[in-house]
T-cell receptor
Framework: GAVVSQHPSWVICKSGTSVKIECRSL??????MFWYRQFPKQSLMLMATSNEGSKATYEQGVEKDKFLINHASLTLSTLTVTSAHPEDSSFYIC???????????FGPGTRLLVL | GQQLNQSPQSMFIQEGEDVSMNCTSS?????WLWYKQDPGEGPVLLIA?????ELTSNGRLTAQFGITRKDSFLNISASIPSDVGIYFCAGRQKKSSGDKLTFGTGTRLAVRP
């Protein structure tokens, strides 16, 4: 299957700082990328959908000014958690999809801990 | 956001036993997907179902897309220790705002050697 990578795999930061997470599709061009958040022992919740070259579409309840998403190329999307607080601590997972196929391929996730 | 109901929530079985889990929704989906997630990892696709009534196998795994398009089940035969993990169903709907997946609540599987 297609490969999606995320960097970093884990990050610890102080409250109030910003954290950037990268998502890359390594062997295909992904016109659509998705960002999910998963709290312990819970399911994946979609945060936003991003299409290359256009603004991301955020799910209801997700603050777009706090979770900045950039999808500048067909192989890279970034999620920046601005002014992070302890309640933002979670497992962030991206996924990528070919433009004409239905399958989403998921990255390995990034664990964020805000102190 | 919307979630699909999965059952059971967790299972603790003996190696070699068969496993069955299902997923139900009040909404219709065009595609049903089953993923497995290991601790600290992202979900990995196991089986994708595209038509109502479709029955698909992948090794020891078998999944079916319900006739009503509101449910799906996954069976694992002759379980082995590496089957341990969390299994998620996901439904896909086509919307004017774009396609997206809705995930189930997950079934946590433990296998006793």
């Amino acid at each position: 299957g297609a490969v999606v990578s995320q960097h970093p795999s884990w990050v610890i930061c102080k409250s109030g700082t910003s954290v950037k997470i990268e998502c890359r599709s390594l062997d295909f061009q992904a016109t659509t990328m998705f960002w999910y958040r998963q709290f312990p022992k819970q399911s994946l919740m979609l945060m936003a959908t991003s299409n290359e070259g256009s603004k991301a579409t955020y799910e209801q309840g997700v603050e777009k000014d706090k979770f900045l998403i950039n999808h500048a190329s067909l192989t890279l999307s970034t999620l920046t958690v601005t002014s992070a607080h302890p309640e933002d601590s979670s497992f962030y997972i991206c996924s990528a999809r070919f433009s004409l196929q239905e399958t989403q391929y998921f990255g390995p996730g990034t664990r964020l801990l805000v102190l | 956001g919307q979630q699909l109901n999965q059952s059971p929530q967790s299972m603790f079985i003996q190696e070699g036993e068969d496993v069955s889990m299902n997923c139900t929704s009040s909404s219709i989906f065009n595609t049903w997907l089953w993923y497995k997630q290991d601790p600290g990892e992202g979900p990995v696709l196991l089986i994708a179902l595209y038509k109502a009534g479709e029955l698909t196998s992948n090794g020891r795994l078998t999944a079916q897309f319900g006739i009503t398009r509101k449910d799906s089940f996954l069976n694992i035969s002759a379980s082995i220790p590496s089957d341990v993990g969390i299994y998620f169903c996901a439904g896909r709907q086509k919307k004017s705002s774009g396609d997206k997946l809705t995930f189930g609540t997950g079934t946590r599987l433990a296998v006793r050697p």
